[in-house]
């Protein structure tokens, strides 16, 4: 321990004596989800190490991707690093608007990450993004009320099982919802939920040809048990619902059950933050009867660095202290090992302290489970679950999101909106050439 404490001040005297000397401010945006947040706080630690100064730009998740989007595209230079995902990486890597991460240091340990995070976020064998955390989605439910309720949750439900769950555990009269699930538009916000839940339907976004699949009846069928559950057990205006918004409903012990990020998990049992941190348990995303394929999904959110940008050295530096084992270490050590970002490293998985950690075992197993290459029960000419990893994706399921939440808030029938993203769909998808 004593080596390597020492080796480890060796290492942070030598970053600050080339660090400071060339020191840079470099400015980074991300997404305003938990632990991007916590990473925050860390920063001094970095710059200690460094010399280098971080300015932050902190954003809404729809938000950030048009910002990022747009400066990537446009050549705009105001960030040296930006936080994205499984979608963007592969296809900005292979435009060539992102730095290779192909000479990061031994001490790193490249290979420590956990293989589905590295090949979603690499082009032709090489890394284009770091993981900061690596999710995949789970449904979390109140022990208690589903003890009240008289039920077991199994480790692999089903869709109907969410149903009765949640009309067993729905008492409008103490605020409590049977189930929280997002409707906010957004591809990777109500989006990318929407089309999971459809994958578990059988359901798929375009046939082997290009052509929209919004006109078949897995899509009619998933919607319509969607707006069912969530008109019956949801809580009020779910329509505008995304991921922090529920985290915040569950926390204050308003849902008996929310099915979404496996990143939640820590935030949803630390007593600082949940009321019911103490009732939580955890389960697979559900399937609908005789349908094999889970409504889970799989995604890292990741720091990639511009290829605009003048300071590639000090950005490579911070993505190295943000997503290296020490990083884990600096937070287990201030916060428990409970509150580490997760998803990322395989060695994470093999720490004994972490594997004591409620969660942390159907956390792996959910992103084990979620398999990019055969996200659909019928073939599909793309990869990836809850997206399409084509450029045009991003465009065309932002769009067809806000149709479907228009169906959420009341303002169209399912069959108007399947309809809409069916048109919607194809339209785009000739323009570009595919069809």
Not at 73 to 85: A, E, L, R, S
Not at 247 to 274: E, R, Y
Not at 363 to 387: C, E, H, M, R
Request: with cysteine; charged share 20%.
């Amino acid at each position: 321990m004593y080596l390597k404490n020492a080796l480890r001040a060796a290492t942070a005297f030598s970053l600050i004596a080339t660090g400071t000397a060339y020191a840079e401010t470099i400015t980074i945006a991300t997404v305003n989800n938990g632990d991007m947040i916590r990473m925050q706080g860390y920063t001094d630690d970095f710059t200690a190490k460094t010399g280098h100064e971080v300015e932050w730009v902190t954003l809404e998740e729809n938000v950030l991707r048009q910002r990022v989007t747009t400066d990537i595209t446009t050549k705009g230079g105001q960030f040296d690093i930006m936080t994205i995902g499984m979608y963007e990486t592969p296809i900005w890597g292979a435009n060539g608007w992102l730095v290779a991460l192909d000479d990061l240091s031994a001490e790193y340990d490249v290979d420590d990450i956990l293989p589905a995070m590295r090949g979603g976020l690499s082009h032709d064998g090489t890394l284009y993004a770091a993981p900061f955390y690596g999710e995949s989605s789970m449904v979390m439910y109140r022990t208690d009320l589903m003890e009240k309720a008289g039920l077991d949750m199994p480790d692999a439900p089903t869709w109907e099982f969410i149903r009765e769950a949640a009309a067993a555990m729905d008492d409008p009269a103490n605020d409590i919802n049977g189930v929280c699930l997002r409707g906010k538009a957004g591809w990777g916000e109500g989006g990318a939920f929407i089309t999971v839940t459809a994958n578990s339907f059988g359901a798929r976004w375009f046939d082997e040809n290009w052509n929209a699949q919004f006109d078949q009846p897995e899509w009619k069928e998933a919607l319509e048990f969607y707006v069912s559950l969530m008109n019956d057990y949801g809580p009020e205006g779910y329509a505008t619902n995304g991921f922090n918004e529920n985290l915040s409903l569950f926390q204050q012990g308003k849902c008996g059950m929310w099915i979404d990020a496996t990143v939640a998990a820590s935030f949803v049992t630390n007593p600082k933050d949940s009321t019911v941190a103490d009732s939580v348990g955890f389960a697979l995303a559900p399937n609908h009867e005789g349908v094999e394929k889970r409504s889970n999904w799989l995604w890292a959110w990741a720091l990639a660095i511009p290829a605009g940008t003048q300071k590639a050295d000090a950005a490579k530096q911070f993505i190295e202290w943000a997503t290296s084992k020490d990083y884990i270490e600096l937070v287990a050590a201030n916060e428990g090992w409970a509150n580490v970002p997760p998803g990322a490293r395989t060695s994470l998985y093999e720490t004994p302290e972490y594997q004591d950690v409620p969660f942390a075992k159907m956390t792996l197993d959910s992103i084990n489970a979620a398999d990019p290459t055969d996200p659909t029960v019928k073939p599909v000419p793309y990869v990836g679950i809850q997206f399409v990893a084509i450029p045009e994706f991003a465009g065309i399921a932002t769009e067809v999101s806000q149709e479907f939440s228009a169906v959420y808030a009341g303002q169209q029938s399912i069959d108007e909106a399947l309809e809409k993203a069916q048109a919607l769909t194809n339209d785009a998808m000739e323009a570009a050439g595919y069809r």
